[in-house]
């Protein structure tokens, strides 16, 4: 499978489906909070939660359209995070998907209110996913909110904060990355596998799978934080080491820490040989990619 191809034609439906669902530019009360809003949600990424949410839909024997507002949901929802993520109380960042961050455009005070906004309109946009025989549109809601939540992506985003000038094990900087990565690339599949009306055995196999392909993601954001350059990843590197954050890389050294990558995509593809060859094979050839990958 040609995943880049993949990629760019998802993110081509997801960025149209996107426009139809937010609010236009120039909408009252307040066009500026849609501008902001729109600025980062239209501003680039892989969308690969998208991505992942559409192909684990059709692993069950579902349709990718049927998973579409999932997806966009999703994508969303992760916006608001990195918007978050990027203010001057958090990681102070300047740089995101290549152009200024949403605060050095809009400043911190709209910054904070279009995350909120983008927050609420996940819910809003998961609502409107078709229901099936197994799963209605109260699990969807529940599903996402409690995978990002304190106790999962909120409480990992908290603990990465706390975290900050310690010295952690490799057991707390696992918990962090559950939290603050995995648990939204474990929610990405769930919800795709859930819109198809998968069996719980197909649950259980793509909850596996977005761990491990979760925490390998995390894992590689890491190494390329200390190994790429702004121009290919279209944000600053070098940020845990200025922000005294302790990575696997610091802890154990770049070549162990690719080693963990390896282990963990073994681990992910092992997770899904519940599913049929055919069916599993794109999560496969995903997997494969993200670790390969060099921004």
């Keep these: 499978m040609d995943i880049p191809s993949l990629i760019r034609a998802t993110s081509a439906l997801v960025e149209k489906r996107l426009g139809e669902l937010l609010p236009k530019e120039n909408e009252a009360p307040c066009p500026i909070l849609h501008r902001s809003m729109r600025y980062s949600i239209f501003a680039g990424g892989k969308r690969i939660r998208p991505l992942l949410c559409t192909e684990a839909a059709k692993a069950c024997g579902g349709k990718s359209e049927d998973a579409l507002d999932a997806a966009c949901a999703l ?26 961050t949403n605060h050095k455009v809009f400043g911190e005070g709209m910054a904070v209110l279009a995350g909120d906004a983008l927050l609420t309109e996940a819910f809003r946009i998961l609502s409107g996913v078709p229901e099936n025989s197994v799963y209605s549109a109260k699990d969807y809601v529940r599903e996402l909110a409690n995978l990002t939540g304190s106790l999962h992506l909120v409480g990992g985003q908290a603990l990465d904060l706390e975290g900050e000038g310690r010295t952690l094990s490799l057991e707390e900087i696992r ?77 154990v050294g770049l070549e162990k820490a690719k080693e963990e990558a390896r282990a963990l995509t073994t681990s992910a593809r092992q997770a899904l040989e519940v599913f049929g060859e055919r069916e599993r094979e794109v999560l496969l050839d995903i997997n494969d990619y993200l670790l390969n990958r060099d921004y």
């Design 175 to 251: 918990s962090i990355h559950l939290g603050k990565t995995a648990a939204l690339i474990m929610a990405s599949v769930r919800l795709g596998g859930m819109s198809a009306a998968c069996s719980s055995l197909q649950l259980d196999a793509l909850s596996r799978y977005g761990r491990d392909l979760g925490l390998a993601f995390q894992l590689i954001d890491d190494i390329l934080d200390v190994t790429s350059s702004p121009e290919v990843l279209g944000k600053s590197i070098g940020k845990d080491v200025r922000d005294k954050k302790a990575t696997y890389c610091s802890l």
């Design 75 to 100: 994508e969303t929802l992760h916006t608001y995070t990195l918007i978050h993520d990027d203010l001057p109380c958090m990681d102070n960042d300047d740089l995101r998907r290549g152009k200024p």
